[in-house]
């Protein structure tokens, strides 16, 4: 079993900035991919940003050129930086990751991000 245990989500002014953390702990044999998903309530959860094993990285376009992330052994860090009102909602951690020979996905219990303008 793999837990992610995130942490750093909060309120916020509009041009801010926020670091959110996440740490996975169990099972692990490795690590695919590590990154941060969001939803809106009544939208689709949407990837915010992944780092990939290899060190590639992807970026919703939304949060390019504000947003960084990065990989640290078992934890991913995801730096906020001039945060908009439309950031707002629940961030949640995701983790691809292999345990016992299979790649299996777990999700974070979700953070919350407040921007206010």
């Known amino acids: 079993q793999v837990q992610l245990v995130e942490s750093g989500g909060g309120l916020v002014q509009a041009g801010g900035s926020l670091r959110l953390s996440c740490a996975a702990s169990?099972?692990?044999?490795?690590?695919?991919?590590m990154g941060w998903y969001r939803q809106a309530s009544g939208q689709q959860r949407e990837l915010v940003a992944q780092v990939i094993s290899d060190g590639r990285t992807n970026f919703a376009d939304s949060v390019k050129g504000r947003f960084t992330i990065k990989r640290a052994k078992n934890t991913v860090y995801l730096q906020m930086n001039s945060l908009k009102p439309e950031d707002t909602t629940v961030y949640y951690c995701n983790a691809n990751v292999r345990v016992s020979g299979v790649d299996r996905l777990y999700w974070g219990q979700g953070t919350q991000v407040t921007v206010s303008s």
């Open positions: 169990g099972s692990i044999f490795s690590i695919n991919t």
